[in-house]
Nanobody, 121 residues
Framework: QVQLVESGGGLVQAGGSLRLSCVASGSILNINDMGWYRQAPGKQRELVASITSGGSTNYADSVKGRFTISRDNAKNTVYLQMNSLKPEDTGVYYC???????????????WGQGTQVTVSS
């Protein structure tokens, strides 16, 4: 089993910053990609940013230049630094990892429980 614990969400004014963290624990053998997704009310969940095990990153166009994803492989942790936040960044932010576990064949996707980010205008 794997557990993903997200933290760092909250209420911030437009133009402010937040840093999200997601720590993975459990019977993890290897983590491949790690990413952050968000879901706004009434909308589908969308990719915000992802990072490979080698450090290559990918961002949604709407957050390029404002958000930075990073990871600490020794701590099984992925971060999302969010700067110049806008009201349209409001939503529940979810961490997702692609991981291989002990006693489980192959790799699978695992999701965190989500953390609320609210940006006021």
């Amino acid at each position: 089993q794997v557990q993903l614990v997200e933290s760092g969400g909250g209420l911030v004014q437009a133009g402010g910053s937040l840093r999200l963290s997601c720590v993975a624990s459990g019977s993890i053998l290897n983590i491949n990609d790690m990413g952050w997704y968000r879901q706004a009310p009434g909308k589908q969940r969308e990719l915000v940013a992802s990072i490979t095990s080698g450090g290559s990153t990918n961002y949604a166009d709407s957050v390029k230049g404002r958000f930075t994803i990073s990871r600490d492989n020794a701590k099984n942790t992925v971060y999302l630094q969010m700067n110049s936040l806008k009201p349209e960044d409001t939503g529940v932010y979810y961490c997702r990892i692609d991981a291989s576990l002990r006693y489980v064949y192959g790799s699978n996707y695992y999701w965190g429980q989500g953390t609320q980010v609210t940006v006021s205008s």
